[in-house]
């Protein structure tokens, strides 16, 4: 049985985009090939690292890639985390569908927060409704209201 392939696809890779993609190789490595990327590079978040961290999945070694470096890549599915991703998706040829699942931002939470435990709240909630996600994977797709691209 093959692996449905699988791209999470946030404006700068730096945070939500990172935490599917770990999600899904920790959670359904062998139901999934899992990858993330961002219309922009932002780095990646230390925050993301360490709450990722702190549920037992390591993405420290994970880098922010651009979208442009999957050319040629045929994907199953593109799931935009974020609003921007999605109104500024590039376009899948093929047989890929693009669904958008969108996740609060947690930068955007935690920018008003003034105590580190304040901060990692959002983050703490953000990544575990991602993990909710992921674990109905690949089923939730369907369910998404995905659209189709391409075809």
């Known amino acids: 049985m093959s692996r449905v392939k699988i791209l999470f696809l946030c404006t700068g890779n730096s945070c939500r985009s ?4 770990g ?5 359904k490595s ?3 090939e ?10 990646l978040n230390p925050y993301a690292v360490r709450v990722m961290k702190e549920s037992g999945v390591d993405i420290s070694a994970y880098k922010s890639k651009l979208v ?13 985390v ?25 930068p955007k939470l935690a920018a008003g927060e003034t105590t580190e435990e304040g901060k990692l709240k959002h983050y703490r909630r953000v990544r575990d409704e991602i993990r909710d996600f992921v674990m109905r994977l690949p089923e939730a797709l369907d ?7 391409g075809g």
């Open 18 to 21: 990172q935490m599917a993609e």
């Open 23 to 27: 999600w899904a190789k920790h959670l």
């Open 30 to 32: 062998g139901e999934l």
């Open 34 to 43: 899992a990858y993330s990327a961002g219309i922009e590079t932002h780095g």
């Open 68 to 80: 442009t470096e999957f050319r040629g890549v045929s994907f199953d599915y593109v799931v935009t």
């Open 82 to 106: 974020c609003g921007h991703a999605n109104e500024t998706c590039p376009f899948f040829p093929g047989k890929t569908k693009v669904v958008h699942v969108g996740f609060d931002d947690p």
């Open 143 to 149: 369910e998404a209201g995905n659209s189709e691209q």
